[in-house]
């Protein structure tokens, strides 16, 4: 069982920066594949990056590319998604989630995901 809480939401001018963190609980963070989601008033909930169990490998999605940034501390059993020259299209809340799977493979799509956290809102505005 996992249980993530992300934090570091908030309001940001567009061009500005936020750094959200998820921490997770359990021993087995280390043998999960972590992923960040966002979901828009409206829409669909949509993958933004993930990053493999052992951190070698990430993905990101064509619109973030460039600008944010996915790492994740095992000892501390935290991931981390930097964002910078944010823009309002960004305007979401924002998921973490984890997947039980120690490969190089990392899912884009929420029923990939075992465990997510309550979200946190990132608004930018223009």
């Known amino acids: 069982q996992v249980q993530l809480v992300e934090s570091g939401g908030g309001l940001v001018q567009a061009g500005g920066s936020l750094r959200l963190s998820c921490a997770a609980s359990g021993r087995t963070f280390s043998r999960h594949a972590m992923g960040w989601f966002r979901q828009a008033p409206g829409k669909e909930r949509e993958f933004v990056a993930g990053?493999?169990?052992?951190?070698?490998?990430?993905y990101y999605i064509d619109s973030v590319k460039g600008r944010f940034t996915i790492s994740r501390d095992n000892a501390k059993n935290t991931v981390l998604l930097q964002m910078n020259s944010l823009k309002p299209e960004d305007t979401a809340v924002y998921y973490c989630a984890a997947a039980s799977r120690t490969s190089w493979y990392i899912g884009v799509r929420p029923h990939e995901y075992d465990y997510w956290g309550q979200g946190t809102q990132v608004t930018v505005s223009s």
């Open positions: 990053i493999n169990w052992s951190g070698g490998n990430t």
